[in-house]
């Protein structure tokens, strides 16, 4: 069954950087979309980044792009979020999300918590 | 394009039809709209996918219909484990965007 567990989340001042990685298992990992969703504490999701089947086509959010880059390692089976130059308003939970056909999230993860503070 | 969700709560007894709306702001793609459950302390879950469709594991009780602007999910016999936020969301492909509605709370009175 598809698992995915995020990781690397935590404390972190503000303009400083995160990087965030999603293990995934039970399922043939490049053969799905990936993204990043997250929610504010409290508040309803937000789509973040997606990276396509092979890495070879990357979209951002209008809130994070320029900022946040998305990358996946398919020998690894692994998404990576790397967060850089990060506000207060991007403390949330950020889950991974796999896709089967592009369009809509199938599975998520647990979650993992970024909360960006001095 | 923006999803507004109505209500923001609803309040229904056990056995109840629920019915949650979406409404788009502009014209949607049926085969990229889907709804969303997320329990208390949970991450969301896939409930329906290309307006209609249950994804694996979903009940009957949970449909989806709509086309254009105005999308619906019902539930047709409510459960307490139905409590939730359930949220929809729609898919634009150029550039390729993801748009969520605000969530419609669920309460079982």
């Known amino acids: 069954q598809v698992h995915l567990v995020e990781s690397g989340g935590g404390v972190v001042q503000p303009g400083r950087s995160l990087r965030l990685s999603c293990a995934a298992s039970?399922?043939?990992?490049?053969?799905?979309?990936m993204d990043w969703v997250r929610q504010a504490p409290g508040k309803g999701l937000e789509w973040v980044a997606v990276?396509?089947?092979?890495?070879?086509?990357?979209?951002?959010g209008d809130s994070v792009r320029g900022r946040f880059t998305i990358s996946r390692d398919n020998s690894k089976n692994t998404l990576y979020l790397q967060m850089n130059s990060l506000r207060a308003e991007d403390t949330a939970v950020y889950y991974c999300?796999?896709?089967?056909?592009?369009?809509?999230?199938?599975?998520f993860g647990q979650g993992t918590m970024v909360s960006v503070s001095s | 394009i923006v999803l507004t969700q109505s209500p923001g709560t609803l309040s229904l007894s056990p056995g109840e039809r629920a019915t949650l709306s979406c409404r788009a702001s502009q014209g949607v793609s049926s085969n990229y709209f889907a709804w969303y459950q997320q329990k208390p302390g949970q991450a969301p879950r896939l409930l329906i996918y290309d307006t209609s469709s249950r994804a694996t594991g979903i009940p009957d009780r949970f449909s989806g219909s709509g086309s254009g602007t105005d999308f619906t999910l019902t539930i047709s016999r409510l459960e307490p484990e139905d409590i939730a936020v359930y949220y929809c969301?729609?898919?634009?492909?150029?550039?390729?965007?993801?748009?969520f509605g605000q969530g419609t709370k669920l309460e079982i009175k």
């Open positions: 969301q729609q898919y634009g492909d150029s550039p390729p965007r993801y748009t």
């Open positions: 999300a796999a896709s089967e056909g592009g369009a809509t999230f199938d599975y």
């Open positions: 039970g399922f043939t990992f490049s053969s799905y979309v």
């Open positions: 990276i396509w089947y092979d890495g070879s086509n990357k979209y951002y």
